[in-house]
């Protein structure tokens, strides 16, 4: 099911099978996806790492993601655009930004536990009731499950993450530093850098994140590069001289042993293994 607004507003709600698979692969500019995987049987690559989903896991992905398909079982795919709804303009609302989408390295999967889906679910169904009706109040009666549906994902993960233990503006911190990365890591690569945009010392994010008993900064700016040098490699044909400048080192040298100390192999052999 779609739904398509006057002003260019996009929400569609499917599920996937073997017969549809390949709508997972379409690409939309602003589109951000959540999957929530029914069954064992789904297996995917997602920016050159294998997974293989279980039933009532859940993944939070971005048009910059890159999927390829090796196996599908039974999964329930959501979808909007910015137009629809805007996480960054409506962050006070949700607070996903720099948790779900938009500030990790490695791809959020949530776990959530038997209460949670039993929630889901009576969310989900109200969701396809809503994407059912046309009246002039469905667009934000839309909006309204959506929301819904993110902050629980929001939770969720935030439970998952153990973040219970720590302050909510010390989450924000995180989630702001997160977001910073994923905006700059191409060309600030230091801990100081970012601290110095969130008006904070080194050492306060350094105590922050090993209190959430998260990696350190300067793992997750590390982590950040790596996941777009793998992207750039595994799936375009730039040289890897390209894929060095495009991502902030001045020669392909200082490159080649950043990642091969990350990867444990050059960034050639690594791109030899597709």
Known sequence: ????????????????TKANYHVLKEKQEGVL???????????????????????????CLTEFHQIE???????RLLRFNRPFYCILDHDSE???????FYGSSNLPLLKPDTKDIKILETVW????????????????MLQMMLKRILILCTRFYKNQMNFEKIEVKQIDLIRDFNFLVEQHFRNKRSVDEYALLL??????????FK?????????FIQDRIMLEARRLLRYTDKSVSEIAYEIGYEDIH?????????????????????
């Open 33 to 59: 996806s959540l999957i929530w995987f029914d069954d064992d049987q789904t297996q995917m690559t997602i920016d050159a790492i294998s997974f293989n989903f279980l039933r009532n896991q859940m993944i």
């Open 94 to 100: 949700v607070g996903c930004k720099g948790i779900l």
């Open 199 to 208: 008006n904070k010392s080194p050492k306060t994010l350094a105590n922050l």
């Open 69 to 75: 398909i090796e196996q599908v079982g039974h999964l």
């Open 1 to 16: 099911m779609k739904y398509l607004g006057q002003t260019n507003e996009y929400f569609e709600v499917v599920e996937i």
């Open 125 to 140: 169904k109200m969701l396809l009731i809503e994407m059912a009706s046309q009246d002039n109040l469905q667009l934000e």
């Open 254 to 274: 200082s490159f080649s042993r950043f990642f091969k100390k990350q990867e444990s192999q050059s960034p050639t052999d690594f791109r030899e293994m597709k």
């Open 211 to 219: 209190k959430a008993g998260n990696k350190t900064p300067s793992q």
